[in-house]
């Protein structure tokens, strides 16, 4: 029987697609990162909005990383990542690290200035916030990597930036994505 105010499932509902499936998380909108791996000039990059906080007791984030992604064996290999959080106005950055204008590998970190904190993973120095994290755990699931990081240290907004420990950065919005498109908030 249905609950009450529930009506009751009706099986001529298509099977969910991975078309459908893509379709249907285009609204679900997301901050834009930059997940970098390596050291010196062997580094690489993607940008992701599959990124989010799992604990705050021990700090720890978690990223989700298609297998096929070029920074992919980089991530794996040097056990260590930054999450790069990034501004609404650095969108050629994120641009940059999809591959969208054919850059590849160390090309993509062109344009911007790179540092190192903790664990030695490219830290974009005016990212709005950077995350150093060392990896904790990898989960393979499907097409996919699920990256544990343990977070080594921050920088920028709640790290050493804005007012610190309260995440502010005062007139500076996060780049997001949705419906296949950048964009930034606005007020509700």
């Not at 009751?8 to 379709?23: A, I, L, M, S």
């Not at 990059?45 to 070029?70: F, I």
């Not at 160390?106 to 540092?115: D, H, K, Q, V």
Request: net charge neutral; hydrophobic share 45%; charged share 20%.
């Amino acid at each position: 029987l249905a609950a009450a105010g529930l009506e009751p499932w009706e099986e001529r509902h298509p099977p969910v697609t991975n078309d459908g499936f893509r379709g249907a998380m285009r609204h679900l909108a997301g901050a834009v990162s930059i997940v970098t791996a390596g050291l010196g000039t062997e580094r690489n990059g993607l940008t992701a909005t599959s990124v989010v906080s799992l604990s705050a007791d021990p700090p720890t984030v978690l990223v989700c990383v298609n297998r096929s992604a070029s920074a992919w064996p980089l991530l794996v290999r040097h056990a260590h990542f930054g999450i790069n959080v990034l501004a609404a106005s650095q969108q050629p950055v994120a641009d940059r690290f999809a591959g969208r204008n054919g850059e590849k590998g160390e090309a993509r970190f062109a344009g911007a200035r790179w540092i190192q904190l903790a664990s030695g993973a490219p830290i974009l120095a005016d990212a709005l916030v950077a995350f150093d994290c060392e990896l904790e755990e990898r989960i393979q699931r499907h097409s996919h990597d699920i990256l544990i990081g343990r977070v080594q240290a921050l920088h920028g907004a709640g790290g050493t930036g804005g007012a610190p420990g309260t995440g502010d950065a005062p007139g500076i919005d996060p780049l997001l994505y949705w419906r296949g498109a950048y964009g930034a908030i606005r007020p509700a």
